[in-house]
Structure formats: C-alpha cells, structure tokens
C-alpha cells in the first residue's frame, strides 16, 4: 500500500501563497496518477487537483483553476501543489492520494491510506 506523508502548510494572509509536497514510499509512483484533495471540519473531504503517470496531463477543480498548479518529481517519489492568489475559502486540511488514473482520483479512489494531511490557514 502506499504511505504518504504531507508537508507545506501554514498561515497565510489573503493572496498569498504556499507550496505543498507530498511524499510517497513505493516503488512504483511513477505508475500512478497522483492527487491533492482538502477537508474542512463537518464537510466531506473534496478533489482538488490530479495529475497523470506522465505528468503531462493535469485536472483542477473549478474553484482553484489559474490559482493552483500540480507537479510531479518522480525521482524524489513527490508530488506538488503550488497555491497562489490564497483565499480564505482554501483554508482546510489538504492531503494526498494516489490512484491508477485522473478519472480514479477525481472519484477519490485511491490507492493509498489517508495521513495526517497539512493545515492550511488562509486570513482575510
């Protein structure tokens, strides 16, 4: 199964930016479809963004297209989400999953077992 261990948050103010990573134990990452999704208390937990094997293909959620970029590092088994134009809706707890394709992760049905995630704090 894949481990995967989240880093990168903080408190931010309004427009602001943060760059998360996520870390992942296995050999095979660069096999799988990788994804950001975040929490907040009393929701579901939402996607966010995915991208392929690849890394050439890339799928965001409305509310954070032109603001959000993902990437991928598979010689460091890491995945990226980099947040710019932060807003107080983005605040929540972002975490990172794994899957056989975009379409898998977008249905959040990942590979991996959820970690503890990363909070994110976005002030107005």
């Known amino acids: 199964q894949v481990q995967l261990v989240e880093s990168g948050g903080g408190l931010v103010q309004s427009g602001g930016s943060l760059r998360l990573s996520c870390a992942a134990s296995g050999r095979t990452f660069s096999r799988y479809a990788m994804g950001w999704f975040r929490q907040t208390p009393g929701k579901e937990r939402e996607f966010v963004a995915a991208?392929?094997?690849?890394?050439?293909?890339?799928y965001y959620t409305d509310s954070v297209k032109g603001r959000f970029t993902i990437s991928r590092d598979d010689a460091k088994s890491t995945v990226y989400l980099q947040m710019n134009s932060l807003k107080p809706g983005d605040t929540a707890v972002y975490y990172c999953?794994?899957?056989?394709?975009?379409?898998?992760?977008?249905?959040?049905?990942?590979?991996?077992?959820w970690g503890q995630g990363t909070q994110v704090t976005v002030s107005s």
């Open positions: 991208i392929g094997w690849s890394g050439g293909i890339t």
């Open positions: 999953n794994a899957g056989l394709s975009i379409a898998t992760v977008r249905a959040s049905t990942v590979l991996g077992s």
